[in-house]
T-cell receptor
Framework: GENVEQHPSTLSVQEGDSAVIKCTYS??????FPWYKQELGKGPQLIID?????GEKKDQRIAVTLNKTAKHFSLHITETQPEDSAVYFCAASPPGTASKLTFGTGTRLQVTL | DGGITQSPKYLFRKEGQNVTLSCEQN?????MYWYRQDPGQGLRLIYYSQIVNDFQKGDIAEGYSVSREKKESFPLTVTSAQKNPTAFYLCASSILLGNTEAFFGQGTRLTVV
């Protein structure tokens, strides 16, 4: 089955700096890669996702890049703000109606003033 | 207001007792999931259901049971056979089982006392 590794486990950046979180996956057939943000005491919420037919996707200050050859994908947050502080999870899923998401172990991002 | 609702938010259980966590969705989604979240371990899949009256074991099903008698409901029972039940439990749903966005509830924190 799919295995997703996520790094780093914790990340501290100053407000206004950029943050990068990286994930690698094992199943070369995987073609869907979402990123979730989880605030304290709440459920994860999708912030951006990418499918394997594109290499990059951007949504305001958030971008995701995908390298299918190397089997890794990354989340980039620019101009970080205190409200970006949360736990971020990457996930991967192969195609097909019986597939399921496999999550990484999470990255706790702390944006300091 | 469409969404996925978990109740209760906090739950305390005595050792040896079974307890049932509620999950209801009004998104008309076919697929539903239960995840367990422990610090540093990400989201681990307990059970999932592709359609009404069908469910499958996930990666850590031992000590848990589920039912899917209605499309909108997917309750999870934590039995006394679960050796380490204290955790944060997340329910999710998606349009189909497959590589699509999962919508999460707010979670239930279960503590065994």
């Amino acid at each position: 089955g799919e295995n997703v590794e996520q790094h780093p486990s914790t990340l501290s950046v100053q407000e206004g700096d950029s943050a990068v979180i990286k994930c690698t996956y094992s199943d070369s057939a995987s073609n869907y890669f979402p990123w979730y943000k989880q605030e304290l005491g709440k459920g994860p919420q999708l912030i951006i996702d990418i499918r394997s037919n594109v290499g990059e996707k951007k949504d305001q200050r958030i971008a995701v890049t995908l390298n299918k050859t190397a089997k890794h994908f990354s989340l980039h947050i620019t101009e970080t703000q205190p409200e970006d502080s949360a736990v971020y999870f990457c996930a991967a899923s192969p195609p097909g109606t019986a597939s399921k998401l496999t999550f990484g172990t999470g990255t706790r991002l702390q944006v300091t003033l | 207001d469409g969404g996925i609702t978990q109740s209760p938010k906090y739950l305390f259980r005595k050792e040896g007792q079974n307890v049932t966590l509620s999950c209801e969705q009004n998104l008309n989604h076919d697929a539903m999931y239960w995840y367990r979240q422990d610090p540093g371990q990400g989201l681990r899949l307990i059970y999932y259901s592709q359609i009404v009256n069908d469910f499958q074991k996930g990666d850590i099903a031992e000590g848990y049971s589920v039912s899917r008698e209605k499309k909108e409901s997917f309750p999870l029972t934590v039995t006394s056979a679960q050796k380490n039940p204290t955790a944060f439990y997340l329910c999710a749903s998606s349009i189909l089982l497959g590589n699509t966005e999962a919508f999460f509830g707010q979670g239930t924190r279960l503590t065994v006392v």
